[in-house]
């Protein structure tokens, strides 16, 4: 993974961006302090959310996606303490950002996500906006995030299990759910569903 800096798609490897999509791809690096992601899409109108409440973001409206256990590689299939979850979108044309924590070590902002068949809780979902950079050229999206605001711990030569991925949507509704790795999530008609962290399909992230 490249050290990527600015919106300068160029700077990243042309022969190293990971398929989200037919028309998505993505690539991942750390400048040393922030994790950096940037977005090839074919969805210049991503970015477009109508959340009244901050914690439904990902159910909506789009955005960018991303999954991590900052613990490292562990391949345990359920959600643990270090699982985290960022959605990145805009909202009345500024930045949206929030960060979940299906299981903290200690709970803060709990909420919980429920339908008529079946309910799920977060010991901790926080706006994170201030925290993160956002640039977009067309399709083209750059994020950026502090590493010790995911939990990770001078990441070089490790590996960390995760996921990246895109919602789509109609503006206010999400419509599609498209990853990296997980072609098993996909649903949009449930929001439990939706927010529920599914590490068992998450893949492997190795920084150089």
Avoid: C
């Avoid at 959310?49 to 990902?58: D, K, L, M, S």
């Avoid at 895109?166 to 990296?180: C, E, F, K, Q």
Wanted: hydrophobic share 35%.
């Amino acid at each position: 993974m490249p050290k990527g800096k600015g919106m300068d798609f160029g700077s990243w490897p042309a022969d190293q961006w990971a398929p989200i999509s037919k028309g998505s791809s993505f690539q991942m690096g750390t400048d040393g302090q922030k994790l950096v992601v940037a977005y090839r899409t074919d969805q210049p109108q991503l970015l477009q959310n109508a959340a009244t409440e901050f914690p439904f973001a990902f159910t909506q409206g789009g955005g960018l996606d991303l999954m991590l256990r900052s613990t490292g590689e562990s391949d345990a299939r359920t959600p643990a303490v270090g699982d985290v979850r960022l959605f990145v979108t805009k909202r009345n044309g500024q930045l949206l950002a929030v960060l979940y924590k299906q299981r903290a070590s200690a709970a803060k902002n709990r909420v919980t996500f429920a339908s008529p068949v079946g309910e799920v809780t977060f010991d901790d979902v926080e706006d994170v906006s201030r925290f993160v950079e956002l640039s977009a050229k067309g399709g083209d999206y750059q994020l950026s995030i502090p590493l010790s605001l995911l939990g990770l711990n001078s990441p070089g030569g490790k590996a960390y299990r995760g996921d990246v991925g895109m919602v789509l949507s109609d503006g206010s509704r999400a419509r599609a759910r498209m990853y990296w790795h997980n072609k098993e999530d996909s649903m949009t008609a449930d929001v439990p569903s939706e927010a529920r962290l599914n590490p068992s399909q998450w893949g492997l992230f190795r920084f150089p």
